[in-house]
């Protein structure tokens, strides 16, 4: 398994505005997009940023900690390899979209984290959340 980067950061905070105003005014960070439960933003590198409110229902597993993303250079030989040293994901199959897979696990400090990388999976249907 290799780890080539931190591919995303995300939080679920109740400090919603407070923090899409620090990712957009004191760090400058660029504004890709905004719905009513998040807003989304992009570092120099392509790494995408994302802040959910607090009232955001389907976020509720990140708890109160920033979720960060392994990327790794292949997304079947990384999960195997988690699967195999007994880390639990959170949820039993991958989401999927546009070539890429996604997962996020619990590590043994308690947080929730999650790899993400090309779909290299044996073909199966597309799923996104």
Same mark, same amino acid.
């Given at each position: 398994m290799? $780890?080539?980067?931190?591919?995303?950061?995300?939080?679920?905070? /109740?400090?919603?505005? /407070?923090m899409s105003a620090f990712y957009r005014d004191v760090l400058g960070l660029e504004k890709i997009g905004e719905d009513s439960s998040s807003s989304r933003f992009l570092l120099a590198d392509q790494t995408e940023v994302h802040v959910y409110?607090?009232?955001d229902e389907?976020?509720?597993?990140?708890?109160? /900690?920033?979720v960060v993303a392994f990327q790794v250079e292949s997304f079947r030989e990384a999960q195997t390899r988690m699967?195999?040293?007994?880390? /639990?994901?959170?949820?039993?199959?991958p989401q999927r979209h546009a070539g890429r897979a996604w997962q996020h696990f619990?590590?043994?400090?308690?947080? $929730?984290?999650?790899?993400?990388?090309p779909d290299d999976l044996a073909d199966g249907p597309d799923s996104s959340f």
């Amino acid at each position: 398994m290799k $780890v080539l980067s931190l591919g995303w950061l995300g939080v679920r905070t /109740a400090q919603f505005e /407070a923090m899409s105003a620090f990712y957009r005014d004191v760090l400058g960070l660029e504004k890709i997009g905004e719905d009513s439960s998040s807003s989304r933003f992009l570092l120099a590198d392509q790494t995408e940023v994302h802040v959910y409110g607090g009232f955001d229902e389907f976020h509720t597993f990140f708890g109160s /900690a920033p979720v960060v993303a392994f990327q790794v250079e292949s997304f079947r030989e990384a999960q195997t390899r988690m699967l195999e040293s007994g880390i /639990a994901f959170l949820y039993p199959e991958p989401q999927r979209h546009a070539g890429r897979a996604w997962q996020h696990f619990r590590a043994p400090d308690g947080n $929730v984290y999650e790899i993400m990388g090309p779909d290299d999976l044996a073909d199966g249907p597309d799923s996104s959340f």
